[in-house]
């Protein structure tokens, strides 16, 4: 089991920044794929980016060169700088750790853009 803590979400105003983090519990932290994915009211969660054991990254369209995805395997820990932030970049901000078939998700943090 592995037990995944998200935090740094807030409120911020429109072209702020915020830097979302996740330490995971366990100590396979290295070999996880990590991703963090977003729900707004009314809509199914989204991808937003992800993160390889090998450092290999992946950013939804929505968010490509504005939110940078980086992990710190000795902190076990995933992080989501989100820079230029835009009203419609609100939502439930969920931490994933991928392992085999296996998935584990945080409890989300709040991130709403507004001013």
């Known amino acids: 089991q592995v037990q995944l803590v998200e935090s740094g979400g807030g409120l911020v105003q429109p072209g702020g920044s915020l830097r979302l983090s996740c330490t995971a519990s366990g100590s396979a932290f290295s070999i996880y794929v990590m991703g963090w994915y977003r729900q707004a009211p009314g809509k199914q969660r989204e991808l937003v980016a992800t993160i390889t054991s090998g450092y290999n990254t992946n950013y939804a369209d929505s968010v490509k060169g504005r939110f940078t995805i980086s992990r710190d395997n000795a902190k076990k820990t995933v992080y989501l700088q989100m820079n230029s932030l835009k009203p419609e970049d609100t939502a439930v901000y969920y931490c994933?750790?991928?392992?085999?078939?296996?998935?584990?998700w945080g409890q989300g943090t709040q991130v709403t853009v507004s001013a």
């Open positions: 994933k750790a991928a392992i085999l078939t296996y998935d584990y």
